[in-house]
């Protein structure tokens, strides 16, 4: 079955530390990717999407991720978090033939501390 | 542009009792999705309409049903409400491109 696959479900870090968020997803054919977030009390919103072309896609507020085919993977990265980017983080799948239907992993709750 | 409404925003039923959640799409957008979050099992994809037609559906009871009007509102309906049925029920739309907009989603409380 296709699953999606977060490797740490909370990270602690202080500000200005760097970030990176592991996603894996197990499917060989076409994906296209998705990292939302989801602030506290507030709804989940799109960081950054990747379709095709360039493996390095930027999105809001400084994020980035590379998607690695031959891995993958879509790894969140960002170089230097923020007390605001305390929040939660899902990566999330859609399958080719699966029109909207999104995969989500299990989700990252990251905790910045000033 | 208005984003995603979701109604009501706060539920709480008793077992056996049924329910009805709505959704209002971002104007022009045809494809609603609706997903469920709970802590346990995270978000759960159960299904999608799109022109008034399900084109997907999760692995959900039959207890879960959904529709979509011709203005694109979508309902979704939950009867014989379970304990386990607690979540947050989130709604999505699209537009011809893949990307999802959620809306801030329904709390439904079974007691």
């Known amino acids: 079955a296709q699953s999606v696959s977060q490797h740490n479900h909370h990270v602690i870090l202080s500000e200005a530390a760097s970030l990176e968020l592991g996603c894996n997803y197990s499917y060989g054919g076409t994906v296209n990717l998705f990292w939302y977030v989801q602030y506290p009390g507030q709804h989940l919103q799109l960081l950054l999407k990747?379709?095709?072309?360039?493996?390095l896609v930027k999105g809001i507020k400084g994020f980035e991720a590379e998607f690695i085919k031959s891995k993958f993977s879509f790894n969140l990265r960002k170089p230097s978090v923020q007390w605001s980017d305390t929040a939660e983080y899902f990566c999330a799948v859609s399958f080719s033939g699966g029109y909207n239907k999104l995969i989500f992993g299990a989700g990252t709750r990251l905790a910045v501390h000033p | 542009k208005a984003g995603v409404t979701q109604t009501p925003r706060y539920l709480i039923k008793t077992r056996g009792q049924q329910v009805t959640l709505s959704c209002s799409p971002i104007?022009?957008?045809?494809?609603v999705s609706w997903y469920q979050q709970t802590p346990g099992q995270g978000l759960q994809f159960l299904f999608e309409?799109?022109?008034?037609?399900?084109?997907n559906k999760g692995n959900f009871p039959g207890r879960f049903s959904g529709r979509q009007f011709s203005n694109s509102r979508s309902e979704m309906n939950v009867s014989t409400l379970e304990l386990g049925d607690s979540a947050l029920y989130l709604c999505?739309?699209?537009?011809?491109?893949?990307?999802?907009?959620f809306g801030p989603g329904t709390r439904l409380t079974v007691l």
């Open positions: 104007s022009g957008h045809r494809s």
């Open positions: 309409y799109f022109s008034e037609t399900q084109r």
């Open positions: 990747y379709f095709s072309g360039d493996p």
């Open positions: 999505a739309s699209r537009n011809q491109g893949l990307e999802q907009f």
